[in-house]
């Protein structure tokens, strides 16, 4: 990790010193016993970090394989567009637990990924995810605390995207993903369950954002209809945006009156982005 990461403060490299990481002005960042660097502390905390209670909701849906087939999706698109394999490098920008990102490791052998997330809950589960992953704490609104153009390959998984950061920390040439979910995915549930509606103009901002350091190359369409039980539906809702606006009593009377099994559409869209070359050059390189 600490050939891509670099000091928030300084922007200076890091090298492991003890339980923490330090830089040559000696801002020291704490690794967490779970695992993860805590480089993001006291102010600059964010007050929309996943709680506990999401990600134990968020596991427990992923793990039941809802997802798989974009987990699967994502993996092959990500081992089809980036030759490099063993020696890339590989960020997940707002990671959330790491189980895209562990996807995306497997389906490149050797290769070594980072994962930054706001919630430290989320970011304990995100350091054990896979061997060769890597898990620190960050806004990634806020300019990452990577090198310039060190990272072969950017996640961005129904997360914030900081389009200038993209490119800085990638490599010319490099490729980013972007999942977003499209105006049909989860249809059956929205109203009935107050989740928040997905924006019809989402595609276009989604453009804005990129267009300035991205050419799109391909976008995949991945639908399917799942079956799920009261307890999957309830973490569903509890995994996302909704857990912060529904009183867990309402979202499970909501549940509760839906019936169960209940068939809930899954749509997607996988996005594969290449990044412009408009840089004179990397300002603090990338060590060899």
């Known amino acids: 990790m600490t050939r891509v990461v670099r000091c928030p403060v300084c922007r200076d490299g890091l090298e492991v010193a003890e339980r923490s990481l330090r830089c040559p002005q000696r801002h020291t960042f704490d ?14 905390r964010t007050v929309n970090a996943d709680s506990a209670a999401m990600v134990q909701a968020r596991v427990a849906f992923l793990e039941a394989g809802h997802y798989a087939r974009l987990t699967e999706a994502l993996a092959r698109t990500v081992a089809s567009v980036e030759p490099r394999g063993d020696d890339s490098v590989v960020l997940d920008a707002g990671a959330g637990t790491g189980h895209y990102l562990a996807a995306v490791l497997e389906a490149l052998p050797g290769a070594v990924g980072l994962a930054l997330d706001a919630s430290q809950y989320a970011l304990r589960r995100a350091a054990r995810a896979h061997p060769r992953a890597g898990a620190a704490s960050w806004d990634v609104w806020r300019p ?17 995207r900081n389009g200038a950061e993209f490119h800085r920390v990638l490599r010319p040439g490099g490729v980013l993903l972007v999942v977003t979910p499209t105006e049909r995915h989860l249809r059956q549930l929205r109203d009935r369950l107050g989740l928040l509606e ?5 595609e276009e901002r989604l453009e804005r954002t990129l267009a300035g350091h991205f050419v799109r190359e391909s976008t995949e369409a991945l639908e399917y209809t799942v079956e799920l039980s009261g307890q999957d539906v309830e973490n569903l809702a509890a995994m996302g945006p909704a857990a912060r606006h529904v009183e867990p009593e309402e979202l499970r009377a909501r549940v ?4 169960a099994p209940v068939e809930v559409t899954a749509s997607f869209g996988i996005s594969v982005y290449r990044a412009r070359d408009h840089r004179a050059g990397p300002a603090d390189g990338c060590p060899g």
């Open 144 to 160: 990452f605390p990577v090198r310039d153009g060190c990272v072969d390959v950017v996640l961005n998984v129904f997360a914030p």
């Open 256 to 259: 509760a009156a839906l019936g």
């Open 31 to 44: 690794v967490a016993r779970q695992g993860y660097v805590s480089l993001l502390s006291g102010a600059k």
């Open 198 to 202: 997905v924006d019809p103009d989402k």
